[in-house]
């Protein structure tokens, strides 16, 4: 059975599977050629001014869902990436690529929430 698995990009073990960088912005320090990536959808990223609010402070987190959510579903490039996630895990597990170092309280995990609910 295929799943979406949350990969920190700077992570030294990475699993297999399709590789998507759901960061707005580029990692830091990370060579396009590391990354290697299938995919970089920095439009299904949280919004400039929500991610600098947030700024990965635990105690924003449930705040941040909420709004990060209101943004996904507000999101024209939404459907098109719920496509594309839905193609390749008929075939692969699909790796949401992200630079934060919070591996809880991080965009991914809410992505991953809405992508589940949503396929």
């Known amino acids: 059975m295929t799943e ?35 995919e970089w959808a920095k439009e299904v990223g949280p919004s400039t001014d929500l991610r600098k609010w947030f700024n990965h402070d635990d105690a924003k987190f449930v705040s941040f869902k909420e709004q990060y959510l209101t943004e996904l579903g507000a999101n024209p490039a939404v459907p098109q990436f719920l496509a594309l996630v839905k193609t390749q895990l008929s075939k692969t597990d699909v790796l949401f690529l992200y630079g934060a170092k919070n591996k809880e309280h991080n965009q991914t995990v809410v992505l991953k929430e809405y992508v589940l609910q949503s396929l």
Request: glycine share 6%.
């Open 4 to 38: 979406i698995k949350l990969v920190r990009i700077y992570d030294h073990q990475q699993p297999k599977g399709y590789r998507i960088l759901v960061d707005r912005l580029w990692p830091r320090g990370m060579s396009k050629v590391k990354a290697d990536l299938d």
